[in-house]
């Protein structure tokens, strides 16, 4: 049994990393978050401490370890912008670290993370379960086996959020790294993982509520429209009383993956407690994308672009 503590006990993701900390067969020993609303634990760790205090949670694992109380994992479901000092802290308290999507916000930050794991021997672990979807992975396959060939690939990804997104911190770009990050940096990964690295990264839209380009990877061209708007959503969507649409089409043809979800998270703790779990190397590539997009001055869309961005 592995001895786990969670940094950001109040979030929407956290619920499946509980779960895959108990059916992987550990136990969580404490958890922080500056809200308390996280009656959740008694689901899963009814006894686990809880700290609204970062100083207390800290003297907490101090005293832990002077007790001969080893921390083996810091799974980390804090906002974006704090996933860095996190994954850190998780290093300097000799743990490895479990971080969710967007590792960390910028490119150089992993590089600062690569010393910091050689100085410790600790290991930071990447959430990229959708390589772990049966779909996805018999997409890959098939994708191996077909030699050079340049598919056509379309990502639509629009999930409406209302007028609180907009004043929390995943509205403010310097907190969450804007749209293509906090939404599409999962899409982004599970592309580049399928069909190669990106040769060129082209934005034609880039609003905070929208943004959209073409990635020309080497065994695609990806148009990508990602939308937290809910006019953006289309009209037979909405009449089906639904607020998010998804699809991804591979030369016209959809790839069906909206189920099998359930339990990647429990899968990729399992991988991680074998050591085989996502490390800096297979985050980086979308860290690199994502961070382009941002940085990137749109350029008015000509030849191919993705259908959406005409909408307003």
């Not at 609204?52 to 994992?73: M, N, P, S």
């Not at 289309?234 to 016209?252: M, N, S």
């Amino acid at each position: 049994m592995k001895n786990f503590v969670l940094i950001g006990a109040a979030g929407y993701i956290v619920p499946r990393h509980l779960a895959a900390i108990r059916d992987t067969g550990n136990d969580l020993l404490a958890a922080l978050d500056k809200f308390d609303s996280v009656g959740i634990l008694d689901s899963y760790f009814p006894t686990a401490h809880f700290f609204t205090e970062f100083e207390r949670f800290d003297r907490h694992l101090d005293k832990l370890k002077r007790k001969g109380t080893a921390i083996d994992y810091v799974s980390i479901c804090t906002p974006n912008y704090l996933h860095d000092s996190h994954i850190r802290f998780a290093l300097r308290n000799h743990a490895d670290a479990i971080c969710e999507k967007p590792l960390v916000l910028n490119p150089w930050n992993v590089e600062a993370l690569r010393e910091i794991e050689k100085e410790t021997g600790n290991k930071v672990y990447n959430i990229l379960q959708l390589r772990l979807h049966p779909s996805i992975k018999a997409l890959k396959e098939k994708i191996a086996a077909d030699g050079d060939r340049i598919y056509d690939v379309d990502l639509t990804y629009l999930t409406s959020r209302g007028n609180w997104y907009f004043n929390s911190w995943k509205g403010d770009v310097t907190k969450s790294g804007g749209i293509a990050t906090n939404i599409g940096i999962h899409f982004f990964d599970m592309l580049t993982w399928i069909f190669g690295s990106v040769k060129e990264n082209v934005v034609h839209v880039s609003e905070p509520d929208r943004a959209a380009g073409v990635l020309h990877l080497e065994k695609a061209r990806v148009r990508w429209f990602l939308s937290v708007n809910y006019d953006h959503i289309p009209e037979e969507i909405k009449k089906q009383g639904k607020r998010t649409y998804r699809a991804i089409t591979v030369d016209g043809k959809e790839i069906e993956f909206s189920d099998g979800f359930g339990d990647l998270h429990t899968r990729s703790y399992e991988e991680i407690l074998k050591g085989n779990g996502f490390g800096l190397e297979e985050a980086m590539p979308s860290i690199q994308t994502v961070h382009d997009i941002r940085v990137a001055t749109a350029v008015a869309p000509t030849g191919e672009y993705h259908p959406f961005v005409k909408r307003k």
